[in-house]
Structures are given as structure tokens and as C-alpha cells.
DNA sequence: TTTTTTTGTCATGAAACTGTAACAAATTCC
DNA sequence: GGAATTTGTTACAGTTTCATGACAAAAAAA
């Protein structure tokens, strides 16, 4: 059971505790920045399911290191929140003109900030907020680890099925095998990324022999990693 | 070209008019209701990309449309934005649980609305905001790379997706050999000029062959290199 | 415990990609 | 026209990347 990854970043340390604590509380893995260019290097280090970025902070702001993210494809989805105790107009639209997905002013309320998390996580991973995910005749069931192919069941390993939900929560985009090996087996691990590979054989497999289909959904994208594609798109 | 169909419901005329003038000038395809009953109908028969309701409605708050609308799956993923001149914590996370994408209190300037509504658009609808590069009938999907021509797709090797991803940001422009070596394969890379010919050549075939057309939409420019062009300054 | 499933790695062959040389074709210049 | 220059085209070899089956270790189930 993978925890959800939260960066925050925050030059005021009061501050930064009190979110961590309330997100702590609600069992998400959280990882803090005290400066924008920590943050910037913790992203890109760690893939976070979300990022929280004070505006104002030291060496570089919030808004400069959303900017960054945004501008590369690794991060790029990454959502973002920014924290700011500058209310104004065009601040706030200047935020979410640049690729934040929300903005807070402070002074806010742990509450309503969780609540805000949570709203964007719904869409982001969808696998945590819906009963199922569908793609296609594809249909896996996060809560009870079930996949069903044309309402078949098919029978996948644990990883087997995290792997398949990571695409399926975003079908079309590419997934690289370090993205892949962050996001299933955790950040950090020593895994080779070959084995990738064999895994994606397996849910090939288990996909085409379980449902008699020869269909292939999973598109390697050589040099770059897989995505999930409608058969329209198929390139084979 | 569609548009974006979004639905306000709200039962103040004038916030409305306010509201659907700002919309109609970003061009989107605004749809009102006066009341909750309304909304939920319209938002049934309709299916708007994104649904803006007013708490404070008659017949049905905007809360409870917001209830519904999620029960069913068919409205489920539609995203939607709760205005509410209720501004207390409470309320906030309330509405955001229900399963509103966000939640703006009045009162709001159309800038705000407006940035928070194209925040989550670029979330819900990746196709419009994950954009592509579009040149004649060749259009290119740098996040998936994907390369269709005519609506037909093409395989590309990544170099070659590279090299013409280049051409398609200056469509026109003249781009040298050493000007695509430094972009594609990176600056002070020891690579022959001519592979580059080779390369043109690779993708002219792919663009021909899977194509079934014989028109060279790769203008070379002797001496200098090589250029996108429009059919009309095509040669041969 | 034994059995089964899951997991990660490796070896091997297949396939795709890359870069270059060699020659043909075309363009330019004289 | 003829020589020089530039580009087009093809073939080929070297390299990288991927698919696949096999296997042993680890974990879970029986």
C-alpha cells in the first residue's frame, strides 16, 4: 500500500508544521522544502503526487518553480497548489494562469486546504476516488484489486495491477520506466528497469490469453517507456 | 471547431448576465438555468464540459444538484464549481467533499472565475490544453508523440520525430544541418552533416508511404537547409 | 511443512534505430 | 557543354532497445 506523496514548501517553519501535521494525520507521505530551490530539486528527485509551494519564499518563489515544473514534460501533471498571503486580483490569476491548479490565501484553514487536496486528487488519481477506472473494455476496481476485460476477470499480481492502474490513470500518455518504478515500487528503490519490462509482458499476457483477444493496449513507445492506447490509435 | 459548452446556474439575473458576457467573450459555449430543477435537467440533456452553480438556488440548492449530478455515472466526471456568497470554512470543504472541483466565494471577479475555470479544464481536458503542433495535414502530439497526417498516423523513429517537431515550431523557416544537429541530437555532438540528409529523406518517405501521397511538404534549401513548407511554395 | 504464487533478474534473439559510405542525380558555376 | 558542388537515395553494419522464456529467490497460501 503506497501512500500518497505530498511536497510542501514553505520558508516559515510554524507554518510547514502545521500542514505536515494535518496532512501526516491523514496518512499522506509528506516530504518538506524550506526554500524554492529545494523544492525544485525534491520534485524532480522524488516524482510527489502533489505540491504545495508557498509564493513567497527564498532563493526562488512559488511561482518561478511552478513555471519550472510546468515547463518539463516529467512534471508537467504534477498538480500544484500555491499558498499565499497575497490576496489580490491579479495575483490569484496570475497563479492559475501559469499552471497552478489552485490558489489559497492565508490565512486558511487546515480543513479547507485538505479539502482542496482532496478535490484535485480525485481528478488526478482517480484510481483513489472512484469504486472503478474504464478504459476501453478495460475495467479495474482499485478497492478490491479486480480488472475485467470485456467483463471477463482477469487475474493479475499485485504489481502486475498497480502498474495497469498507473497507465490507465492517465491512458495515451507515456510512462516512463522511472516514472513507472517511482510511482509502483517507491521512490528510491533498486529495482533494474528491465524488469518493467517483463511486467508489461505478463499484463500483455494475462490480458490476451485470459480474454482470448490479441489486441495489444499496452503501446511501447521505444527509448521513452509505455502508454495505454485505444485500439483506433493502435500502432500495431 | 467545437467549443467549449460550460453551464451556469444561478438565480440572479444580473451575476448571470455578468457572468455568461465574460464566458461568451472567451468564447466559450454558455448555457444558463435559473433554478437547481433546471440546471439538473439541462445538465442531463446536454452534457456541458463544465457545470457552475450557485448555492443559493430555488427548488434545489446548488449543493444537492451537485449531489446528483455525481450520483449518476454518466455526469460523474463532469467538473464542476460551486459560488457561494456563504463564505465559512464550513461550507467550503463542504462543498469541495460533495465532489465540486472548487469552490468560489462571493464576491469574485470574472478574472478569478475565469482563471479557476480554465485551471480545471486543462486538468478534466488534456486533449485541449496537451496540445499539438498542427502544419497543413500533418499535426504532431509532442506529449504522446504521435505524428498523424490526414488523420492517418505515421511511425516515426525518435530522432526522426525530433528533427521534425523542430520544423514544425518555424513552419517556413530555414533550418541548418548544424542548426538541427545542435536542437536534435544536442550541441558539440560529433554526428556527420550529411546524416541529416538522411534523415529528410527517412522522414519524407514515412510522410509518402503511409500516406499514399506524393507531395513534399519538406522544402530543401540548397546551401542552406531544410524548411517546412505550404503546398503552394512546394516544388516538383 | 509443502505448495503455490509472486517477484526480480538474466540470457537470448528479434526488431528497431543510428550513422556512414558509396554512388546517383540535381543544381550551380564557369 | 563540362566541372564542381550539393543533395538524394540506397545499402549496410554497428548499436541500442525490446520481447520473451526460463529460472531461482522470496513471499504467501494451503
Given at each position: 500500500m503506497n501512500k500518497i506523496k505530498?511536497?510542501?514548501?514553505?520558508?516559515?517553519?510554524?507554518?510547514?508544521?502545521?500542514i505536515r501535521f494535518n496532512l501526516t494525520k491523514e496518512n499522506f507521505d509528506v516530504i518538506s522544502a524550506s526554500?524554492?530551490?529545494?523544492?525544485?530539486?525534491?520534485?524532480?528527485?522524488?516524482?510527489?503526487?502533489?505540491?504545495?509551494?508557498?509564493?513567497m519564499m527564498p532563493k526562488m518563489s512559488g511561482i518561478d518553480v511552478c513555471r519550472k515544473l510546468r515547463s518539463k514534460s516529467v512534471s508537467r501533471d504534477i498538480p500544484i497548489i500555491i499558498l499565499s498571503a497575497r490576496g489580490e486580483e491579479g495575483d490569484?490569476?496570475?497563479?492559475?494562469?501559469?499552471?497552478?491548479?489552485?490558489?489559497?490565501?492565508k490565512p486558511f484553514s487546515p480543513m479547507e486546504l485538505l479539502a482542496r487536496i482532496k478535490a484535485i486528487l480525485r481528478r488526478s488519481r482517480p484510481?483513489?476516488?472512484?469504486?472503478?477506472?474504464?478504459?476501453?473494455?478495460?475495467r479495474i476496481y482499485p478497492s478490491t484489486q479486480i480488472?475485467?476485460?470485456?467483463?471477463?476477470?482477469?487475474?493479475?499480481?499485485?504489481?502486475?495491477f498497480k502498474i495497469?492502474?498507473?497507465?490507465?490513470?492517465?491512458?495515451?500518455?507515456?510512462?516512463?520506466?522511472?516514472q513507472i518504478l517511482d510511482k509502483v515500487w517507491g521512490h528510491g528503490i533498486d529495482v533494474e528497469q528491465r524488469t518493467i519490462d517483463v511486467y508489461i509482458r505478463r499484463i500483455r499476457k494475462a490480458l490476451?490469453?485470459?480474454?482470448?483477444?490479441?489486441?495489444?493496449?499496452?503501446?511501447?513507445?521505444?527509448?521513452?517507456?509505455y502508454a495505454l492506447v485505444t485500439s483506433k490509435f493502435g500502432f500495431h
Open positions: 505530498i511536497l510542501i514548501a514553505d520558508d516559515e517553519p510554524n507554518q510547514l508544521e502545521l526554500d524554492g530551490e529545494e523544492a525544485l530539486c525534491l520534485s524532480e528527485e522524488i516524482f510527489p503526487d502533489l505540491i504545495i509551494l508557498d509564493w490569484r490569476t496570475l497563479g492559475l494562469e501559469i499552471g497552478a491548479d489552485d490558489y489559497v490565501t484510481s483513489l476516488a472512484n469504486d472503478y477506472m474504464e478504459f476501453e473494455k478495460l480488472v475485467k476485460y470485456n467483463g471477463e476477470k482477469i487475474n493479475l499480481g499485485p504489481k502486475e495497469l492502474s498507473l497507465l490507465m490513470e492517465r491512458p495515451e500518455q507515456i510512462f516512463s520506466r522511472t490476451m490469453i485470459d480474454s482470448n483477444e490479441s489486441k495489444n493496449i499496452i503501446r511501447t513507445v521505444r527509448g521513452s517507456g
